[in-house]
Structure formats: structure tokens, C-alpha cells
């Protein structure tokens, strides 16, 4: 008897042993697809200082080509999210990538246009970048709720939240020795054509876990028994897709309104990352832009570390707690306190200290990074892909304001010290929403008769 239970034992163990871990491939490639994704929306910040010499463009001019971007990605959100809803993931992901990265390379030819096109022509391709962009965040929920049981969810979208500085890290070096050597033109040429490369690898690589060719039996159970969504798109070829009356539910909820208030601000606080750091380097504190192309990594690595850090945190948390909402609302107030230190560099002309401060704010930023597995541990399951929509226009909506803002304050001062105000403030609210409005984490249940319609068809 004991010789019997000792066999099946190490047969046991054996099974465990031999359990595959495509999962975490998938979310190496989730990771380089959504830096390419950020790289896009910060080429501008790099090339932006060189371009607005070249031809002729003022700061409130560059505040409104920041914000090109958050137009589309905020009228993009919800049919981006219904088109998620509706068919399958990867597909739309590897389709969105190539076309917003053919896009991206295009910017590199507007110097070529009349000059009286430029502009406009210029905002019209970053606002197309950034509609064809619109469902790469709802794709990665998607993609991470399919992949990654419930226990491992907080980890694997931190990690691929990070990828916003994993593209500083990646491209930001590149793109500022392209720009320095070069001309501005070829940071829009490489991203594009990276971009575009990556595509084809996608469509040649990725799967859904039920399908995917190295996912054996050990793994796919492992998932199944632990919360993965595995079947997630074969599932919506089963329903109808959902109505986008089905948001009201979102809107109707504190809870809700208390997590899009805390992604506006947090939101504000990477569009000025992507958007206006750079030149704030070199125009407020007198750098080159090949100096900003290598510091710039340093505070971007700390956003990283904050970013893992945060979905270590938060699962550990979970396990220790067994509170969603200790685990998910900890981190980001934590972080978003330490974010809205950035406001002390208006108080010192110490490059190191002004890094340095940078450096803890995204730090913060980073462990604050928790929003999307927030919005998958509350939305009903019928609309994650709306939810996330939802969630990325209420952000977005910050990527308009943000840049646009300021671009007239730097207008008008000559310098970002009111900009840096503006911005820390937005980490004190995001910190306040969380600890006042949100309250206690639940997931939403749909109104009756949306199921009873639902269970109907």
C-alpha cells in the first residue's frame, strides 16, 4: 500500500514537472507588443524638439499633436472594445499592429508635404495611430484572463502594464541616437518598421491556450482548475455580442466612478512621461537629446521595478488577505502618494535630485499600475472588453487635457513650473478617489434582463 502510494507520488510529481509554460511566452510577446505600442505614442517626445525647429512649430502647436493620439484612443474604446467582444483576440491584435506601426512610419515623410499640410496632416496620422490602437489594452485582458489563472492575473498585468518602460528602456535609447545622428525622421521609420516585423511573428506565433500547438495536457488543466478563462473566445461565438446599453451598469456604480477618476489622473501622469518629459529636459534644464535618450532609462527601470513590484505585492496580498481589496487598493495608493513627489523639482536645480525625484515618481507610478486587473476583478464577464474600454477612454480623456494644458502653460510662463503642479496633482486625487470613493472591491452582476436576453438566445 505505502509502495503504491509512493508510485503515484512520484508519478504525480513527475506530471507536475512536465507541465509546459507557454503562458509565460505569451506574455514576453503581450510585453513587446505593447512597448512598440508605447514607443509609438512617445516617438513624438523624442523627435518633437528637432521637428518643431525644422518646421516651425510652437508649444501650444506640439501640446495638440501630443494629444492626437488620446482623440482616437478615446473615440476608439468602445467600438474597439465591442469589436473584442465579438471576435477573436489575437487576430485583431496582430491586424492592429501592422497598421498602426504602417502608420507610425508614415509620420516620418511629413516634412515632405506643402507646408500649409504638415499640421494638419501630422495630427490626422497620430490620431489614426491612435484609433487602430484603441483595443490593444482590452486585447491584453483578454488575452491574460485566457492565459493566466486568477492567483497569477495581478502578476501577469502588472508585467505587461510595465511595458510602458520597458519601451523607454528599448526604444527611447535608440530612437534619441537616431534622432541625434540622423534626423527626427528616422525615429518614426524604425518604430514603424519594428512594429510591422513584430506583426508577422504574431500571426506566425500566437494562439489561444485550447489551440495553441505547445500547450500540453499538464498546463491546459492547470489553467482550467485555477480560474483561466481558456475557452474565453470559442465562448463568444456561443452569445450574442453585447449591447453597448450593457455600459450602464458601469456608470451607475461608485465603485466604478472611483477607479476612472484614479485612471484620469494616473493617466495624466504617463502622458507627461510620453509626451512632455523629454523636452522638458532639454528645453526646462538645458540637456541634449541623446543626454535625455540615456537618462530618461533611469527613472523608466524604477517605473519598471514599481510595475513588478506591484503585481508581486498585490498577489501576495490576495493570498495572505484573501481581500481583492486590500490587494489591489494598497499598492496604488502607495504609489500614487509617492508619485506626487515629482512636484519638488520646481524646488531644486540639481539635475541628480531632479532624476532622482523622477526617478521615485515613476517608481510610484509603477506600483500604482494595478488599474486593469481592477477593472477584469469587477466587471461582469460579459462586457470585459467594453469595461476596459470604458476604463481606457476615462484615461484618455486625461491624454487630451494633459498635453494640451501644458503646452499653454509652457506657452505663456516659459517654463514648467506651473506643469509640474498640474501634474502632481493628479496623483494626490487618484490617491483620494481610491481611498475615499471606491470603497470595497465586488464584481458587478449584469441588470436581470440582459441575462434573461442573453440566456434566451
Not at 446599453?245 to 458601469?250: A, D, N, R, T
Not at 533611469?298 to 495572505?320: E, M, N, T, W
Amino acid at each position: 500500500m505505502s509502495t503504491s502510494l509512493k508510485a503515484h507520488t512520484v508519478h504525480a510529481a513527475a506530471s507536475t514537472a512536465a507541465r509546459t509554460h507557454v503562458r509565460y511566452y505569451v506574455l514576453a510577446l503581450i510585453v513587446l507588443a505593447t512597448a512598440i505600442n508605447l514607443g509609438d505614442r512617445a516617438n513624438l517626445s523624442i523627435a518633437g524638439d528637432a521637428l518643431s525647429h525644422e518646421l516651425g512649430l510652437d508649444a501650444i502647436t506640439m501640446g495638440y499633436l501630443f494629444s492626437a493620439f488620446a482623440w482616437a484612443y478615446v473615440l476608439g474604446q468602445l467600438p474597439g472594445g465591442w469589436v473584442l467582444d465579438r471576435f477573436n483576440s489575437v487576430k485583431v491584435y496582430g491586424a492592429a499592429l501592422f497598421l498602426w506601426s504602417f502608420l507610425t512610419s508614415l509620420q516620418g515623410t511629413i516634412s515632405w508635404l506643402p507646408s500649409g499640410m504638415v499640421v494638419g496632416t501630422f495630427f490626422v496620422l497620430r490620431f489614426l495611430v491612435g484609433f487602430v490602437e484603441a483595443p490593444i489594452y482590452p486585447a491584453n485582458n483578454y488575452i491574460v484572463s485566457a492565459w493566466f489563472p486568477l492567483k497569477e492575473r495581478g502578476l501577469a498585468t502588472s508585467i505587461f502594464s510595465s511595458a510602458q518602460y520597458v519601451a523607454v528602456v528599448l526604444f527611447v535609447p535608440i530612437m534619441g541616437m537616431l534622432s541625434h545622428a540622423l534626423s527626427w525622421h528616422y525615429v518614426f521609420w524604425f518604430m514603424g518598421a519594428i512594429g510591422m516585423l513584430l506583426s508577422l511573428f504574431w500571426f506566425w506565433q500566437m494562439r489561444t491556450p485550447d489551440t495553441h500547438p505547445r500547450v500540453n495536457k499538464a498546463e491546459l488543466e492547470y489553467l482550467r482548475e485555477n480560474g483561466a478563462l481558456i475557452d474565453i473566445e470559442s465562448a463568444k461565438r456561443k452569445t450574442l455580442p453585447p449591447k453597448l446599453s450593457s455600459i450602464c451598469v458601469l456608470f451607475k456604480s461608485r465603485m466604478m466612478l472611483g477607479i476612472y477618476i484614479g485612471q484620469y489622473c494616473i493617466t495624466g501622469l504617463q502622458y507627461f512621461f510620453i509626451t512632455w518629459f523629454p523636452i522638458y529636459l532639454v528645453k526646462g534644464r538645458g540637456m541634449n537629446i541623446l543626454e535625455v535618450g540615456f537618462i530618461a532609462v533611469l527613472p523608466a527601470i524604477c517605473g519598471f521595478i514599481g510595475s513588478i513590484l506591484c503585481g508581486v505585492l498585490s498577489d501576495s496580498l490576495l493570498k495572505r488577505r484573501g481581500s481583492v481589496t486590500i490587494a489591489r487598493k494598497a499598492p496604488f495608493i502607495v504609489g500614487m502618494a509617492l508619485a506626487s513627489g515629482l512636484v519638488f523639482c520646481n524646488f531644486t536645480d540639481s539635475i541628480y535630485v531632479i532624476v532622482g525625484l523622477m526617478c521615485l515618481a515613476l517608481f510610484g507610478k509603477g506600483l500604482a499600475q494595478i488599474g486593469l486587473a481592477v477593472v477584469v476583478d469587477t466587471s461582469p464577464p460579459p462586457i470585459v472588453g467594453m469595461a476596459t474600454g470604458v476604463f481606457g477612454i476615462a484615461g484618455n480623456i486625461s491624454g487630451i487635457i494633459t498635453p494640451i494644458v501644458i503646452g499653454y502653460t509652457v506657452q505663456a510662463t516659459g517654463s514648467f513650473t506651473v506643469a509640474l503642479y498640474f501634474v502632481a496633482a493628479h496623483a494626490l486625487v487618484a490617491m483620494l478617489s481610491y481611498l475615499l470613493i471606491v470603497g470595497p472591491l465586488r464584481r458587478l452582476d449584469m441588470p436581470e434582463k440582459t441575462s434573461d436576453e442573453a440566456g434566451a438566445h
